[in-house]
């Protein structure tokens, strides 16, 4: 056969398909419309996905406006400069650009403030959680919060509440569980591990004012007659409070003198609830150098210490080893931190004492009522430090309301956990003070 034949027309008509042809094309024709059908679930999903995307930016907009330096008493924001308006939504309301262009003061008025913490689709359910919890059913509160978690959508509320009872519990492993899922759906840190179970059982029946030790500008030897008052305080307390957060630089001096006096506390077994250490961990480190032997080691073992009492045992040991290589010593050994909190800076302008609860609050207030009657003596504005308070039940939180109403001061509930602010906001707290809960 020549070779050009293989390409030459026949006449013959062609013959007929077999069946197995049949099936094949048959088999084709459906492996076509399940991949056509395969394709548009796969649209549908990453269209419901760019949705959910879009739900988490403006939630993330929305929790960052909320989530502003909280306003001292008295305090006014300064109005922004007008700007055009953004374009509106679909339904006719303002944009999430339009809202943001507002100043805070406008969106909410402070006695509106705390209720900004829960969005009205997840009302009904939070506060059924908030009654719950109060009323010592955890595990059925839990069970409602897990299977909330879905609904949120670009609420955050029910996820922070479910972080403050595993904390309250002090169940790490379900909490760390829950920081994943969190991650995942909202594409940003989730919060830290800072239980309040430990600290509670250190000092259970602690209820009073907080000797409290601001430290500001520079942290030199003039800091001596602070740390010397503190430990005054240190005699009759067994929690002290050291916030940090205003020390803008760090002399050898001032390291020394605060690391005598953080090893003295420590070993005496006080609680401590350090405010802005971490920023004064950094400005410690900015002030060192690996294999620059300075005159002294105070300023390297403060840091350590620091590293410790925050209980970042990876850091610690990572800087041990430049302290090692620096000053040619063994480093100090990491030991896990005893009863130590800590507190991010509220920018109280009132009294820095406050009035600290104690970790849960059954049946009747009894001899705390005159312990707040006393304090309401001394100060005109009360700050209620809730950083230990891990719940308050129905009853209790009723007879403090109707207390702290006849009062007529200016009160302020900080650091208070997200199940405990639901409870508070239900019983009209609101009306009568200012409620903070902790950032997350």
């Known amino acids: 056969m020549g070779l050009f034949s293989i390409f030459k027309k026949s006449d013959a008509a062609p013959a007929p398909q077999s069946s197995n042809d049949d099936d094949e094309a048959a088999r084709l024709a459906a492996n076509s419309e399940a991949e056509r059908q395969q394709q548009q679930a796969r649209q549908r999903e990453i269209a419901r996905a760019t949705a959910m995307k879009i739900d988490a930016i403006e939630s993330a907009m929305t929790f960052d406006i909320f989530n502003e330096p909280e306003p001292a008493w008295g305090s006014q924001r300064a109005a922004r400069p007008a700007r055009p308006k953004a374009a509106a939504h679909a339904d006719g309301g303002p944009g999430t650009e339009a809202l943001a262009d507002l100043p805070t003061t406008l969106l909410l008025r402070d006695d509106d403030l705390p209720q900004a913490a829960v969005a009205a ?54 909490f760390d569980n829950l920081s994943i899922d969190y991650a995942s759906t909202f594409e940003t840190s989730p919060p830290p591990w800072n239980a309040p179970a430990a600290l509670a059982a250190a000092s259970p029946g602690f209820a009073g004012l907080t000797p409290t030790e601001a430290f500001a500008g520079v942290l030199d030897g003039h800091i001596a007659d602070q740390l010397q008052r503190l430990q005054q305080s240190a005699a009759a307390s067994p929690v002290l409070r050291l916030e940090f957060s205003r020390v803008t630089a760090v002399e050898a ?46 300023p390297w073992l403060l840091l350590l210490e620091l590293l410790q009492l925050l209980n970042r045992e990876k850091e610690f040991e990572e800087t041990g080893m430049d302290y090692c290589v620096t000053f040619e010593v063994s480093p100090p050994s990491f030991t896990a931190p005893h009863q130590v909190a800590t507190a991010t800076d509220q920018h109280v302008s009132a009294s820095p004492d406050r009035f600290m609860l104690p970790p849960q609050l059954e049946g009747q207030l009894g001899p705390l009522l005159g312990q707040i009657q006393h304090y309401a003596d001394q100060y005109q504005t009360l700050v209620f430090d809730c950083s230990r308070l891990t719940r308050i039940d129905y009853t209790c939180a009723n007879q403090l309301h109707a207390s702290l109403a006849q009062l007529g ?22 009306d009568i003070a200012r409620i903070y809960p902790h950032k997350y």
């Open 253 to 298: 001096a001032g390291c020394a003198l605060l690391l005598d006096t953080l090893r003295k506390l420590q070993a005496r077994q006080h609680e401590l609830i350090l405010v802005g250490a971490d920023g004064l961990a950094a400005l410690i480190r900015d002030g060192i150098a690996v294999g620059r032997r300075d005159d002294t080691e105070a």
């Open 121 to 174: 689709e997840t009302a009904p359910v939070v506060e059924e959680i908030a009654i719950l919890y109060a009323n010592g059913q955890g595990a059925v509160a839990e069970q409602l919060l897990s299977a909330s978690l879905a609904d949120a959508a670009g609420d955050r509320t029910v996820w922070w509440m479910l972080f403050d009872l595993y904390q309250a519990g002090g169940q790490r492993e379900r």
């Open 409 to 430: 001061k200016k009160i302020e509930f900080r650091d208070v956990n997200h199940l405990v602010t639901a409870l508070l906001r239900l019983l009209g707290y609101a």
